[in-house]
């Protein structure tokens, strides 16, 4: 409860018909919190930031990065750190976070590689991957199955819990989710440490497999949850993330 005697109140940068964040959201008022939902592309005053009890960026938009820095300096609480969003927003610091918890990554160039590549806009949210296409980071292209091992992650106040989702690679055609598999423990373990680094509560990290070895692509910190079952454990962390 709040000094003024109202429950406290959540701010999440998120669309009202997300899925997943709008069932997360439900659930919360549920429990008696106040939520509210901001445009990810627009900006919070710092006035209405402090207003909250904490505050959640759920998409990486440059509006809701800078949203959840001021929330850091003003001293609101925040679910996922600012540091840990910032760090993996970055598709540089995105492979040297990855290849710094022992996964292997591509190599990546702001120059077209001789062979076959993938282009990617330097921040998470500008484009989509392309293979050969134009972009401002290109990483070789990996021989490998055209199939995402996509690991979601959450810290729910107790324990870490993954789902790894099977998805067809949005690189060759529209992406399609094949189906869950289990997680491989050391790929689970590197992505929890990595989070304990970062001071996150979730994540998501794309692998793919070649011929002998696994190789991290891409980094999430703010993932859509979509079909993992995982709305149970984002409510449980979202309100231990809570100041007591």
């Given at each position: 409860?709040?000094?003024?005697?109202?429950?406290?109140?959540?701010?999440?940068?998120?669309?009202?018909?997300?899925?997943?964040?709008?069932?997360?959201?439900?659930?919360?008022?549920?429990?008696?919190?106040?939520?509210?939902?901001?445009?990810?592309?627009?900006?919070?005053?710092?006035?209405?930031?402090?207003?909250?009890?904490?505050?959640?960026?759920?998409?990486?938009?440059?509006?809701?990065?800078?949203?959840?820095?001021?929330?850091?300096?003003?001293?609101?609480?925040?679910?996922?750190?600012?540091?840990?969003?910032?760090?993996?927003?970055?598709?540089?610091?995105?492979?040297?976070?990855?290849?710094?918890?022992?996964?292997?990554?591509?190599?990546?160039?702001?120059?077209?590689?001789?062979?076959d590549y993938v282009a990617k806009a330097l921040y998470h949210w500008d484009m989509s991957p392309e293979v050969n296409g134009e972009g401002d980071v290109y990483e070789e292209l990996l021989s490998a199955d055209p199939v995402d091992y996509k690991y979601y992650v959450v810290h729910d106040g107790s324990t870490y819990r993954t789902v790894v989702l099977r998805v067809t690679s949005k690189l060759w055609g529209q992406k399609r989710v094949l189906g869950a598999v289990d997680p491989v423990p050391d790929h689970a373990d590197r992505i929890t440490s990595l989070m304990d680094r970062l001071d996150m509560r979730a994540i998501g990290v794309d692998l793919i497999r070649t011929d002998d070895r696994w190789y991290a692509v891409d980094l999430n910190p703010c993932p859509s949850f979509?079909?993992?079952?995982?709305?149970?454990?984002?409510?449980?962390?979202?309100?231990?993330?809570?100041?007591?």
């Open positions: 409860m709040s000094p003024t005697g109202n429950p406290p109140r959540i701010g999440i940068t998120c669309p009202d018909d997300h899925p997943v964040f709008s069932v997360v959201g439900e659930r919360l008022r549920e429990r008696g919190h106040r939520v509210t939902n901001y445009d990810p592309n627009a900006s919070i005053a710092p006035d209405e930031l402090e207003r909250l009890a904490l505050f959640v960026t759920k998409q990486t938009r440059p509006a809701s990065v800078r949203a959840l820095l001021a929330a850091e300096r003003l001293g609101v609480p925040t679910w996922n750190s600012a540091t840990g969003v910032v760090a993996c927003v970055s598709r540089f610091s995105q492979l040297c976070l990855l290849s710094g918890v022992g996964f292997a990554v591509p190599t990546a160039s702001r120059t077209r590689p001789d062979g979509v079909r993992t079952g995982l709305e149970g454990a984002l409510v449980d962390s979202i309100e231990s993330a809570l100041p007591e």
